[in-house]
């Protein structure tokens, strides 16, 4: 993907994790699975920019973007919770109009959620706007695509030892599992990483 004259306010740490998110799309890619794609990249991302800042970036940078990575973080766990919510809502069988009301007073427990969460970094309101307009199922599930199998993909980053040589064939021996293997090879990983 090109890098649009929109991004060259971005500080250097934002920026550099974006060309490594893109990048990772280059080492493996599966048809028709956005999540691994998009987590994969994400994962990517973190330890390119984590390296980077370690040969050559001062510690106000290192900083910064550890403080931004735990907001993603912080706001992709309160969107998967209010996801988990919704889904056993819509599993419930309750009549529409119930289903209607359960899903607004959700939602609105989400945006008071995010406004506490908010509260505690600081000032900053970087998802201001993806709260402004109303909430749908489709706009928490584009999160869910970014972050669903990170932490299995830092598992086994972790697992190959840190090397990213190793890391990315054993992504690109995952990739060409078929995917039901492969999903049940992610959650493995996710349920070592919290110890199930």
Request: avoid cysteine; hydrophobic fraction near 45%; charged fraction near 30%.
């Amino acid at each position: 993907d090109p890098v649009l004259n929109t991004f060259i306010h971005f500080p250097e740490a934002e920026i550099a994790r974006l060309i490594f998110h893109e990048l990772a799309h280059q080492v493996a890619y599966v048809r028709d699975d956005t999540a691994f794609n998009e987590s994969f990249a994400v994962a990517v991302e973190e330890a390119g920019v984590r390296r980077w800042l370690a040969r050559g970036g001062d510690p106000a940078r290192r900083d910064e973007f550890e403080r931004g990575r735990r907001m993603r973080a912080e706001f992709a766990g309160l969107i998967q919770r209010y996801r988990a919510r919704l889904d056993a809502l819509y599993r419930s069988r309750l009549e529409p109009d119930t289903m209607r009301d359960g899903k607004r007073g959700i939602l609105a427990e989400l945006g008071s959620e995010y406004r506490l969460l908010k509260a505690g970094w600081g000032g900053y309101d970087g998802y201001d706007r993806w709260f402004a307009g109303p909430l749908n199922n489709a706009q928490l599930a584009s999160v869910a695509v970014y972050s669903q199998w990170v932490a299995a993909f830092e598992a086994l980053l972790a697992r190959e030892n840190a090397s990213l040589p190793h890391f990315y064939e054993a992504v690109k021996a995952l990739a060409a599992l078929p995917r039901e293997e492969r999903d049940a090879t992610l959650r493995a990983l996710v349920a070592r990483v919290a110890g199930i």
